[in-house]
């Protein structure tokens, strides 16, 4: 089993050797790594030439004719690896030694594996521990974890994304699935790879904190960037359009009966976002909507619960 990094940069001088470095210690050393840099203006490009000619694996860099930024610049590097497993890595980030070989083992004992995805010690710049991990800052509850722990990831994830792309690798054989990525202001490259292959395969969660995930004034995804603290109409609608694209991804001709239940989800969380969009002005209207909404049980199923209905019924 041959492992792949897509290794992404722009502008990642000041953090992207110590990244670099902690791969090439692993314990478990990749077969590749492939960086795609999305035309940087400092040093990046030649301090990921410098590294290639002090590791004995392959080093394949390649620099855009032009910028495509973060999601698509992913789904470039993605399509150029050759492995047979798909590690992701920022650029500013550092991976523990043993990261890789922990992964591997996963989807080598585990044959229809689809992702894995890890924990992570969240660090400042200088790489001092903040007060949580990863898992924690996001509030990755008991019940998702048992979810996901019983075969259930895809609809955790269709309910939020907890898959964050730095600790995330998956099968290669799933790439003409999730590829192009759906350049869209609402799922990441990471929600994006994670739910399609969760339609399809299983996931899997290690609770073992695998890398330093480095927060900094500079980096485009990070914990504070993924909150989001306002639902507008605009969002929903941003999302409906994401779910779309999610579903014609995965409609195939033989759908298995899997498949087809969750493609059924999508389409109740779709009937879902529409009736928060058209949530009607007048209050007995909406009331009725809210109420309705609230005992198909799609508000606890694909929103926040009450705490969403509420919303809806008084914001608007």
């Known amino acids: 089993m041959k492992i792949s990094i897509a290794l992404c940069t722009y502008n990642g001088a000041r953090y992207l050797w110590e990244q670099l470095a902690s791969i090439a210690a692993q314990t478990r050393l990749p077969d590749e790594i492939v960086i795609c840099d999305d035309r940087s203006q400092d040093d990046t490009v030649q301090i990921a030439q410098r590294f290639a000619n002090t590791v004995n694996f392959p080093v394949r860099l390649f620099v855009n004719e032009q910028n495509l930024g973060s999601f698509q610049n992913f789904g470039k590097a993605i399509g150029l690896c050759q492995g047979d497993i798909i590690a992701l890595s920022d650029q500013d980030d550092v991976w523990l030694p043993e990261k890789l070989a922990r992964i591997a083992s996963e ?60 600790t995330m690798a998956f099968r290669a054989h799933w790439k003409p699935l999730v590829l192009p990525i759906e350049k869209n202001s609402y799922l990441a490259h990471d929600a994006w790879i994670a739910l399609l292959i969760a339609a399809v ?54 759908s298995s009966e899997t498949l087809g239940r969750r493609i059924r989800r999508i389409d109740s969380q779709r009937l879902h976002l529409r009736a928060r ?16 909404e609230l005992l198909s049980g799609r508000y606890h199923r694909y929103s926040t619960g009450f705490y969403s209905a509420a919303r809806d019924l008084i914001h608007r």
């Open 201 to 254: 395969a299983p996931i899997m969660r290690i609770d073992e904190p695998l890398i330093q995930y480095r927060q900094h004034d500079a980096q485009i995804q990070g914990v504070k960037a993924k909150e989001r603290k306002a639902e507008p109409v605009s969002f929903y609608e941003t999302h409906l359009n994401q779910l779309d694209a999610i579903r014609a991804r995965l409609v195939t001709d033989n």
């Open 107 to 166: 989807f080598e004992n585990h044959p229809n594996l689809g992702v894995v995805f890890t924990d992570a010690e969240i660090v400042d710049a200088a790489l001092h521990p903040l007060r949580e991990r990863l898992f924690e800052s996001i509030r990755l509850t008991r019940s998702e974890r048992l979810a996901i722990d019983d075969g259930r990831g895809f609809e955790t994830l269709l309910r939020r994304n907890v898959v964050t792309g730095a």
């Open 277 to 292: 969009i058209q949530m009607p002005r007048n209050i007995a209207a909406r009331a009725f909507r809210v109420t309705s």
